[in-house]
């Protein structure tokens, strides 16, 4: 039944490509059972959000529930001269593609001794990790910046919103697979989950949400997988400009936003995530969807 509701929300072949859930990559997120969003505050704000978490989603303490935004700005971890050479290492990356290669001639390109590669444990991963962060702090300045999102409805601004932030992977479409095989190692996987839940949450708080209860849940699961899979789309897209791509993301954020929330879901989810079925939301989601 809930694999069904999941396969409505995606046309055949994206649930072929993205359902394969036996494989815990950070590009094949579920999609929650279909749930009407609301751009509101939650009818029982009292409610707060489960504390056992992993993939799209982190538990609020009382600061971040004041401001929620707080915690979604990417962390400066990076010292200086590092993040120069990886700065200049994505202007590589089109041609060398998400390696160590790339990190080398960034280094050369500034001026700085190629040994300094050896301090990134994770090497090609921290490219990667770089240009996530980069790129979720662009995404934050457009929406402090850009007074025509807030004139947007929700759904609209949702949409534009995860377009924006396709859109700067768009010069690197040709290695982006190489960089979500990255995201997808064992080592790697964790911080990718945590990036890609910034985002989501960031873009929630910019279309003026403000759930605390299991709507959280939902609404970010339904979100990850949305963009996730439009990402998936983006890889194959050779229409114009990814016209094809951003026609796809409009129609799965409008089915999402259309649909009703049924009593019994929203009782299921509730129970589910109070008694923590097999742990983790990611995990139980993955049940939900294999059921």
Request: charged content about 25%; proline content about 6%; glycine content about 6%.
């Amino acid at each position: 039944m809930y694999r069904s509701a999941a396969r409505r929300l995606l046309p055949a072949e994206i649930c072929r490509r993205t359902l394969r859930l036996a494989s815990p990559t950070p590009f094949s997120a579920p999609i929650a059972r279909r749930a009407a969003f609301s751009a509101g505050p939650a009818d029982n704000p009292q409610n707060h959000r489960p504390d056992n978490t992993v993939a799209f989603n982190s538990s609020p303490s009382s600061d971040e529930r004041r401001n929620p935004r707080a915690t979604a700005r990417p962390k400066a971890h990076w010292q200086e001269e590092q993040t120069r050479v990886l700065q200049a290492s994505l202007g590589h990356v089109i041609r060398l593609g998400w390696t160590e290669f790339a990190m080398v001639a960034g280094a050369k390109e500034v001026g700085v001794s190629p040994s300094i590669v050896g301090s990134f444990p994770r090497k090609e991963a921290a490219l990667v990790e770089f240009f996530m962060d980069d790129s979720l702090q662009k995404l934050i300045d457009i929406i402090d910046t850009k007074e025509d999102l807030k004139n947007l409805i929700p759904s609209h601004r949702v949409s534009k919103l995860v377009r924006i932030r396709l859109e700067m992977q768009a010069p690197y479409i040709s290695k982006w697979h190489q960089a979500l095989g990255i995201q997808a190692q064992p080592l790697n996987i964790s911080t990718s989950f945590k990036q890609r839940a910034m985002l989501v949450d960031e873009i929630w708080h910019a279309a003026g949400d403000e759930a605390t209860n299991t709507d959280w849940y939902v609404k970010r699961t339904v979100l990850g997988g949305i963009y996730s899979t439009t990402e998936l789309y983006m890889l194959t897209d050779n229409s114009p400009d990814f016209q094809d791509t951003w026609a796809f993301l409009d129609e799965r954020v409008r089915d999402a936003f259309d649909l009703k929330k049924t009593l019994e879901e929203v009782k299921y989810l509730a129970e589910a995530v109070g008694a923590g079925m097999g742990g983790p939301v990611q995990g139980f989601l993955k049940k939900v969807l294999q059921g």
